[in-house]
C-alpha cells in the first residue's frame, strides 16, 4: 500500500504550476457523450478520478485517443447507456453521465453513487428535476433507470445550488425541445467552464456566472478542443502551504479571481500575499486566528475546509470553522490531532487552539481534501510523519511529491 513520508518542519521555495481542475474536467468528460464529432481535450491530469471517467466512457464505447496528455474522443458509436457500479462506486462523478445519456440516447442506467467518507451524497435535486424535462426516472436493485422519448425545456428551480445537479440540468438542455432554465443554479466556476465547452462545441448556455442559467436546445454539437480552467483547489491547497511553512513561493497556472473568497479570508488573518492574473505569489506573514463558514459560491469552498484547519491548527489565536455543504467532513481532525493539534468538533463547526507544535506521527487518509490537511501538517510537524492510504490523495493531486520536491520538501512515495 502506498504511503507518503513528509520530513518537517519544511521551508519551501520556487514555483509550483498548477494543473487543469479535476472538477471542471469531470463534468467535461462527461459532456463528451453529446456530440458524435471528434473532440480534443487538452493537458488532462494523471488522477485517479479522470482515468476513472475514461474508463467509464470507453465502456459506454467511446473511443479515447492518447497522446501523453492530450486525448481525442470519438463518442460516434455509443454502445451502452449503462454505468456499473463497480466504476460508480469509486468515483460519485459518474453520475454526470445521466444528463448527457438522456440527450443522446434517451435512455441511462446508472449505479445510484451511495455515499462516501463525508455524506450520505443524494441525489434527488437531480432526478426530480429530470423529471419535470419528461424523464421517466425508476430506482430498482441500486439503479437509476431514465428513460425519455423527447427531452423537453423546463423551468427548473433548485431547493439547493447543487453543483452535480446543476451540471446535469445543463447537459440535459443541451438539446432539449425549447427553453430549460435553471435557478438557484450553483456558481461555482467549473460550471462556467463545463458551459463554456458546451457553447464552443455549439450549444446555447446564457447566464453563465449567474445563478440562473438558460439553455436553448439545439439540434447537434460539433467537435472542437479545449482545455480546463486551473484548479483553484488544488492552488489553495499550495498557498495554504507556502503560509503554513512561512515560505516566499509562486504558485501559478490558475485564476486567482475564482479563489477570491479565500484569498480575502487569508489576508484577513495578515497573510501578505502579491496576487496577479494567473499566480499567487505567498511570503512569510505572522498568522492570527479566524472564522471559517463553508458555503456555495462565491462563499468559502468546501473543498479548502480541511486545508483551513490544518493553517489554523498552526497559527496563533482560536478559530471556528463551520461545514455547511457537507455532514461528516471533518474527517482531518482526529489525525491532525495525533500530530499535536488542539481542535474540538461541536456539531457542524470545529474550535481551533492556534500556536500549538506540531510532533510527527503515523496517520490515515479518509478522503480527498482532509489528506491534503495531512500532508500540510507533516510539513509544519517536527519529525518523519507517515501518511497511509494515498490513493484518496491521488485521486484529485497530480504529482503532489514531485510537485512538493521541487518546492524543496522533503517528501517520499513509498510502497511498503
Ligand atoms: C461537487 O460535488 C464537487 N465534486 C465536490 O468536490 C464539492 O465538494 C461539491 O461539489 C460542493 O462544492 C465534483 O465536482 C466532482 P453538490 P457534488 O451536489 O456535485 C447535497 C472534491 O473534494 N445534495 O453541490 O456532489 C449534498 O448532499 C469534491 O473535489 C442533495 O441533497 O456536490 C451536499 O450536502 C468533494 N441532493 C450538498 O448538496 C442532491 O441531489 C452539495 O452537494 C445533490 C446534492
Known amino acids: 500500500m502506498d504511503k507518503i513520508i513528509v520530513k518537517g518542519p519544511a521551508r519551501l521555495s520556487g514555483e509550483v504550476e498548477i494543473s487543469p481542475a479535476k472538477n471542471a474536467y469531470l463534468p467535461i468528460l462527461a459532456a463528451i457523450l453529446l456530440t458524435d464529432k471528434k473532440v480534443t481535450l487538452t493537458n488532462l491530469p494523471k488522477l485517479r478520478d479522470i482515468n476513472t471517467m475514461l474508463k467509464l466512457l470507453e465502456m459506454m464505447g467511446v473511443e479515447c485517443n492518447r497522446d501523453g496528455k492530450n486525448v481525442?474522443?470519438?463518442?460516434?458509436?455509443?454502445?451502452?447507456?449503462?454505468a456499473t457500479y463497480e466504476l460508480v462506486k469509486t468515483m460519485r462523478a459518474s453520475i454526470f453521465v445521466l444528463g448527457p445519456l438522456l440527450s443522446r440516447l434517451g435512455k441511462a442506467k446508472v449505479s445510484l453513487p451511495g455515499g462516501c467518507a463525508i455524506g450520505t451524497r443524494p441525489i434527488d435535486i437531480h432526478l426530480d428535476n429530470l423529471e419535470k424535462m419528461n424523464v421517466k426516472i425508476e430506482m430498482?436493485?441500486?439503479?437509476?433507470?431514465?428513460?425519455?422519448?423527447?427531452?423537453t425545456g423546463a423551468l427548473v428551480k433548485l431547493k439547493f445550488p447543487s453543483v452535480g445537479a446543476t451540471e446535469n440540468l445543463m447537459m440535459a438542455g443541451v438539446f432539449a425541445d425549447g427553453q430549460t432554465i435553471i435557478e438557484n443554479a450553483a456558481m461555482e466556476p467549473e460550471i462556467d467552464d463545463l458551459a463554456n465547452f458546451l457553447n464552443s462545441l455549439g450549444a446555447k448556455v446564457s447566464g453563465i456566472g449567474t445563478s440562473r442559467l438558460v439553455i436553448d436546445g439545439v439540434k447537434e454539437l460539433n467537435g472542437g478542443t479545449y482545455q480546463a480552467i486551473g484548479d483553484r483547489i488544488e492552488a489553495a491547497t499550495y498557498i495554504i502551504g507556502g503560509l503554513m511553512t512561512k515560505s516566499e513561493m509562486t504558485v501559478k497556472n490558475f485564476n486567482p479571481k475564482h479563489l477570491f473568497n479565500v484569498l480575502e479570508n487569508l489576508q484577513g488573518m495578515g497573510a501578505k500575499l502579491e496576487i496577479g492574473d494567473n499566480?499567487?505569489?505567498?511570503?512569510?506573514?505572522?498568522?492570527?486566528?479566524?472564522?471559517?463558514?463553508?458555503?456555495?459560491f462565491p462563499g468559502f469552498p468546501t473543498d479548502v475546509q480541511a486545508q483551513m484547519v490544518a493553517l489554523l491548527t498552526v497559527v496563533e489565536g482560536n478559530s471556528l470553522v463551520t461545514e455547511n455543504i457537507f455532514e461528516n467532513r471533518f474527517m482531518h481532525v482526529p489525525e491532525l490531532t495525533r500530530l499535536g493539534a488542539s481542535i474540538e468538533q461541536l456539531g457542524s463547526s470545529v474550535f481551533i487552539e492556534g500556536g500549538r507544535p506540531l510532533t510527527a506521527a503515523p496517520v490515515m487518509c479518509t478522503d480527498l481534501r482532509a489528506s491534503a490537511a495531512l500532508v500540510l501538517a507533516a510539513l509544519c510537524a517536527y519529525g518523519e510523519t507517515k501518511i497511509d492510504?494515498?490513493?484518496?490523495?491521488?485521486?484529485?493531486?497530480?504529482?503532489?511529491?514531485?510537485k512538493l520536491q521541487k518546492l524543496g520538501a522533503h517528501v517520499e512515495l513509498v510502497n511498503e
Open 140 to 151: 430498482k436493485n441500486g439503479f437509476v433507470f431514465a428513460e425519455t422519448d423527447h427531452l
Open 72 to 82: 481525442t474522443f470519438d463518442a460516434s458509436s455509443l454502445s451502452s447507456h449503462e
Open 279 to 296: 499566480y499567487v505569489k505567498t511570503y512569510p506573514s505572522s498568522l492570527k486566528g479566524s472564522k471559517v463558514i463553508t458555503e456555495p
Open 389 to 402: 492510504r494515498v490513493y484518496h490523495l491521488q485521486r484529485g493531486y497530480e504529482d503532489l511529491p514531485e
